[in-house]
């Protein structure tokens, strides 16, 4: 099937684990800026946790297609900056991607997807840095795309590229074995067990998480006001919280703990 010609809409959205105190997100916009005046930004996150390579992909895959196709994404999460790790282009959907070959567009991309190792020395600021690729390599790539570069253009196909995926739920004597992936924002748990994918009506089952059974619930105001509870999120995962109060210090529990699905006798 013939693709459609890469369209530009002009928009760019940005994810990484810079945080806000620092000027590196203005820098890399800096960039853009200078060659792409009209270009509108987007920023995702920049509070991904330090490396934190596999929340990165999680909050990425469950983003960009809420915005419309010709958008570019950069994530900027790169443990290997200034090594031989390869940056990778990708074109999905009409969208395209800039990320380091760390695994991190493994969960976002479709079956479909194109991926392309850039020229990184092409685009490259002079000069460029060993320690900020986002500013030096990410952001001149970016405004290459912004500028109606296709993704095709940018490099060689990629070949075998790293693609993290996360452990899935285990089936075991009845029950559903799963983990937390990422703590968010306000501490609610995120799991990686995603019941309609499971095709689990949540009503035959309970959570046992922390050594104690946690309600399933439809909504945060279904317990009382310090009460824990879990519930399908906006992602679709099943989310361990406590209402108006932090799941994860409430609970002791963090990325990579164990929950459990019993089925109701």
């Given at each position: 099937?013939?693709?459609?010609?890469?369209?530009?809409?002009?928009?760019?959205?940005?994810?990484?684990?810079?945080?806000?105190?620092?000027?590196?997100?203005?820098?890399?916009?800096?960039?853009?800026?200078?060659?792409?005046?009209?270009?509108?930004?987007?920023?995702?996150?920049?509070?991904?946790?330090?490396?934190?390579?596999?929340?990165?992909?999680?909050?990425?895959?469950?983003?960009?297609?809420?915005?419309?196709?010709?958008?570019?994404?950069?994530?900027?999460?790169?443990?290997?900056?200034?090594s031989e790790r390869r940056i990778l282009v990708a074109e999905d959907g009409g969208h395209a991607f800039l990320a380091p070959d760390n695994g991190l567009l493994g969960p976002a991309l479709s079956d479909a997807a194109r991926v392309f190792a850039l020229d990184a020395p092409?685009?490259?600021?002079?000069?460029?840095?060993?320690?900020?690729?986002?500013?030096?390599?990410?952001?001149?790539?970016?405004?290459?795309?912004?500028?109606?570069?296709?993704?095709?253009?940018?490099?060689?196909?990629?070949?075998?590229?790293?693609?993290?995926?996360?452990?899935?739920?285990?089936?075991?004597?009845?029950?559903?074995?799963?983990?937390?992936?990422?703590?968010?924002?306000?501490?609610?748990?995120?799991t990686n067990v995603v019941p309609a994918e499971l095709e689990l009506a949540l009503a035959d089952w309970r959570l046992e998480a922390a050594g104690r059974?946690?309600?399933?619930?439809?909504?945060?105001?279904?317990?009382?006001?310090?009460?824990?509870?879990?519930?399908?999120?906006?992602?679709?995962?099943?989310?361990?919280?406590?209402?108006?109060?932090?799941?994860?210090?409430?609970?002791?529990?963090?990325?990579?703990?164990?929950?459990?699905?019993?089925?109701?006798?």
């Amino acid at each position: 099937m013939q693709r459609a010609p890469w369209q530009p809409s002009g928009l760019v959205t940005w994810t990484t684990d810079f945080g806000l105190a620092d000027p590196y997100v203005g820098i890399m916009k800096g960039v853009v800026a200078t060659r792409c005046p009209a270009a509108r930004h987007v920023d995702l996150t920049h509070q991904v946790p330090p490396q934190d390579v596999r929340t990165a992909a999680f909050l990425l895959r469950h983003a960009w297609r809420w915005f419309p196709p010709g958008t570019v994404h950069v994530a900027v999460v790169d443990p290997g900056v200034g090594s031989e790790r390869r940056i990778l282009v990708a074109e999905d959907g009409g969208h395209a991607f800039l990320a380091p070959d760390n695994g991190l567009l493994g969960p976002a991309l479709s079956d479909a997807a194109r991926v392309f190792a850039l020229d990184a020395p092409r685009y490259a600021l002079p000069g460029a840095s060993a320690t900020f690729h986002g500013r030096d390599v990410f952001a001149p790539a970016a405004a290459a795309l912004l500028a109606g570069l296709a993704p095709e253009e940018t490099g060689a196909p990629a070949g075998e590229w790293s693609a993290l995926c996360w452990p899935a739920p285990v089936a075991a004597e009845g029950a559903w074995r799963g983990e937390v992936l990422l703590v968010d924002h306000f501490g609610n748990l995120v799991t990686n067990v995603v019941p309609a994918e499971l095709e689990l009506a949540l009503a035959d089952w309970r959570l046992e998480a922390a050594g104690r059974e946690v309600p399933i619930v439809r909504t945060y105001a279904d317990v009382a006001a310090g009460a824990a509870l879990a519930l399908v999120d906006s992602y679709g995962h099943l989310e361990l919280a406590v209402r108006g109060g932090h799941a994860a210090d409430a609970l002791g529990l963090g990325s990579g703990a164990a929950v459990t699905l019993r089925r109701r006798t």
